[in-house]
C-alpha cells in the first residue's frame, strides 16, 4: 500500500531523511522532473497494507508535512 506525503514546500524537502526513517520506507517523487511547484510536494513511500495506516499518523504531526494518507493498491477491473 502506498503512503502518499504532501510536504511543505520550504521546510518538508529537507526532512526527506526523517520523514523516510519515521515511515520505515524510502520516500520518492510522485512527479520526478517536473517544474510546477505544487506538484513537487507530492512524496510516496510504499508500505505493508498491515502498517500503512500507522505510518501515515506517526509523519502527519512532523514540521513540514501537509498531508499524510494511505492509497490501497491499484488493481485491474473486472
Do not use: C, N
Not at 10 to 26: D, H, I, Q, V
Not at 42 to 49: S, W
Not at 56 to 66: D, F, I, N, P, S
Request: glycine content about 8%; cysteine-free.
Amino acid at each position: 500500500m502506498q503512503v502518499i506525503l504532501i510536504l511543505d514546500a520550504e521546510s518538508g524537502g529537507k526532512r526527506l531523511a526523517s520523514l523516510s526513517r519515521k515511515l520505515g520506507a524510502p520516500l520518492k517523487a510522485m512527479h520526478p522532473g517536473t517544474s510546477d511547484a505544487g506538484l513537487r510536494k507530492y512524496f510516496t513511500a510504499e508500505v505493508g497494507d498491515a502498517e500503512a495506516e500507522e505510518a501515515a499518523q506517526r509523519v502527519r504531526t512532523e514540521a513540514g508535512v501537509e498531508a499524510a494518507y494511505t492509497k490501497p493498491a491499484d488493481f485491474a477491473p473486472f
